[in-house]
């Protein structure tokens, strides 16, 4: 699971970017293919209703100027209104506009709502001409700014296209303001300061547009407004906008000044000629671009989305292929660990030779990722060193014990001697002072022979002692009190008559013993530890009891699993030497020994002797 989580990470980020690469790139070629859509039921109504309102304001202006003319401007004002509603029918039908041309199509609006009170003061007659050319600016001017926001192309050239083509578009709305200053000065047959300085800016607003729109555009939208610009039509328009803007302001309208709305009309027809050129140009250019975008997300969205496909295959193959073999480590490291060093040591314990082949073969785990396979060779170098410390500690706890067995079985046949001559001398003195001494050096020694038997009896050997016939439980549990220091505190209540197998007299006195003297040593001087003994339906039970201060639960605990486990001697701890020489004894031959609270406050010692350690008649003691 790990490994499969540190495989998404990356996976799921690689799955994150090309989804937003796609979604990015696919975004803007639908936004292209969009165009199309706003150029139809968007962009031609508005431009409609511009040039609707172009053709008004010059009839609105030659009606003021002359006062004639009112049919012609009732009827465009008609095909003014006509464009206006299939506008705004039209618009009202999108729904994938965005803030800003929400925003701008929301201003167009208020200023047509303002067209009906232009022509109230058009009606009127008593509005300046300049300001019924303004009012009708002013909604060009929205409609231009809506063309603004409407421009969304992603691809940057087109983007200088379309916006190149906007100007023009801007362009040709200035001419048209220039037109009707033109029909005002004829009608007055004299420029005056205020339209001579209005025309002036329209002018240079006209030219400047129309020279940034050219230098922006490629060679092939060029095209129709180069040859424009260089036409006699066009440079006989800037002949009369310069004498307009210069001369006819001090010598009054020159002689030529009657053909200036011809030639104004002759530009306007060939600017609408070239305009319709470029615009269709620039959307037939929309689509291609559009499609070639599209094209270039699918091959490069789905070159991606392979190669996400890919990477994820390959990860998640890699994944299994190293759990697999991770698992496999794990399952041998468990079997080395678990099963074959922990038997190697055990088998160690009781025997010293060699390790055999089988036992330190090295583990075999199928492993094609380099790293693994390191680890297996680790494991390996481990495995050997290990089983050669285990080794190295097996023999030399052997020669340890061998050592504690040679001093012991010599200590053990010096102290025998030992007895065999104070029991020699006990019997030849009579002196009582000699005697008691004598009585208390056998005690000592017996004592002596009971530790050395200790060291037998850890070293996993037998002390040597034994009987042959069973022996009366009291004379058991009387000499493992022999063997004890204090043994005047012990109180032997009266065992049942029972006997115990001579086999196990040895033992189970020096088990009996180990226990009565731990509960002498910790437990006041002036108290008394009691022995008793109760027959069972499983044997017999003996009670050491004594009235210390106990011992915590915890530690209560711990000292009751190592009577039944039986662990092996740890040389660490030689303050519990009697623990585990009861606990060997004890698995030795199948006895129970547990520690519990005692009434008094102390602790009871009690060991269950299985019925198989009793004999059937009592029978009495003979060595």
């Known amino acids: ?3 499969l989580i540190l495989l998404l990470v990356p996976l799921l980020s690689l799955v994150g970017l090309w989804a937003f690469a796609a979604g990015l790139t696919g975004g803007a070629g639908m936004r292209l293919l969009s165009i199309n859509d706003l150029a139809t039921n968007f962009a031609q109504p508005a431009e409609a209703v511009n040039i609707a309102l172009q053709d008004e304001r010059l009839a609105s202006v030659e009606f003021l100027v002359t006062g004639q003319g009112a049919d012609i401007m009732a009827e465009r004002r008609g095909r003014t209104d006509r464009a206006v509603q299939a506008f705004r029918s039209s618009a009202a039908s999108l729904r994938d506009l965005t803030p800003e041309m929400r925003t701008q199509l929301n201003a167009l609006n208020v200023k047509l709502d303002q067209l009906a009170d232009v022509r109230k003061e058009v009606d009127g007659t008593l509005v300046a001409p300049l300001d019924v050319i303004d009012g009708y600016s002013q909604i060009a001017d929205a409609s231009f700014r809506m063309y603004d ?42 420029v005056e300061a205020r339209e001579r300085e209005s025309f002036t800016g329209m002018v240079a607003t006209r030219r400047l547009l129309f020279s940034q729109a050219l230098s922006h555009l490629d060679g092939n939208l060029r095209g129709p407004y180069g040859k ?17 803007k210069g001369q006819a302001a001090v010598n009054g309208l ?10 104004a009309q002759n530009l306007w027809n060939a600017v609408e000629r070239a305009q319709a050129k470029t615009n269709q140009g620039i959307v037939n250019r ?3 671009t559009a499609v070639g975008m599209l094209v270039k997300i699918g091959v490069a969205g789905g070159v991606g989305l392979v190669a996400v496909i890919a990477s994820i295959l390959l990860s998640l193959r ?35 030779a060699p390790p055999t082949s089988a036992e330190m073969a090295p583990l075999e785990v199928k492993a094609n990722t380099s790293e693994v396979a390191d680890i297996v060779r680790a494991f390996n170098d481990v495995q050997s060193t290990a089983i050669e410390a285990a080794v190295d500690q097996a023999r030399l706890r052997h020669g340890v014990s061998q050592v504690f067995v040679n001093l012991a079985r010599r200590n053990q046949s010096l102290l025998h001697r030992q007895l065999l001559q104070l029991d020699s001398m ?14 208390k050096l056998d005690h000592l020694t017996t004592r002596m022979r009971r530790h050395a038997e200790s060291l037998i009896i850890l070293s996993d050997q037998a002390p040597g002692r034994g009987w042959r016939n069973p022996v009366p439980i009291l004379d058991v549990l009387r000499a493992a009190v022999a063997e004890v220091e204090e ?7 009266q065992p049942p008559s029972v006997a115990l197998l001579g086999s196990a007299v040895t033992d189970v006195a020096h088990l009996m013993a180990e226990l009565i003297e731990n509960a002498t040593l910790f437990s006041p001087p002036q108290t008394r530890v009691d022995v008793r003994s109760s027959v069972t339906p499983h044997g017999l039970v003996v009670e050491v009891e004594d009235r210390g201060l106990g011992l915590p639960r915890t530690e209560l605990d711990e000292l009751n699993d190592r009577l039944t486990t039986a662990p092996e001697f740890d040389l660490a701890q030689s303050d519990r030497l009697g623990l585990f020489v009861v606990a060997r004894l004890a698995a030795r031959h199948g006895i129970k020994v547990a520690l519990v609270p005692s009434p008094y406050g102390g602790l009871t010692a009690m060991v269950a002797l299985p019925a198989s350690l009793l004999a059937d008649q009592p029978a009495l003691a003979g060595r």
């Open 318 to 352: 890699f994944r299994k292929r190293l759990v697999r073999e991770l698992a496999a480590l794990r399952d041998a490291a468990t079997e080395l660990a678990e099963v074959r060093l922990a038997g190697l040591i055990k088998r160690l314990r009781t025997n010293t």
């Open 1 to 3: 699971m790990k490994l």
């Open 228 to 244: 424009l610009a260089g036409s006699p039509v066009y440079e006989e328009f800037l002949k009369a906008e310069d004498v307009i």
């Open 426 to 439: 006990e019997r030849a003195t009579e002196a009582p002072e000699v005697l008691a001494d004598l009585f």
């Open 487 to 493: 043994y005047e505190r012990v109180e032997i209540m």
């Open 149 to 190: 926001a409407m421009i969304l192309v992603p691809d940057m050239a087109l983007y200088q296209q379309a916006r190149a083509v906007t100007m023009l578009g801007e362009a040709k709305e200035v001419l048209s303001r220039e037109r009707a200053v033109v029909a005002i000065v004829l009608a007055r047959g004299r």
């Open 286 to 288: 929309v689509t291609p």
């Open 254 to 263: 020159p002689a030529s000044a009657a053909t200036w709305p011809i030639d």
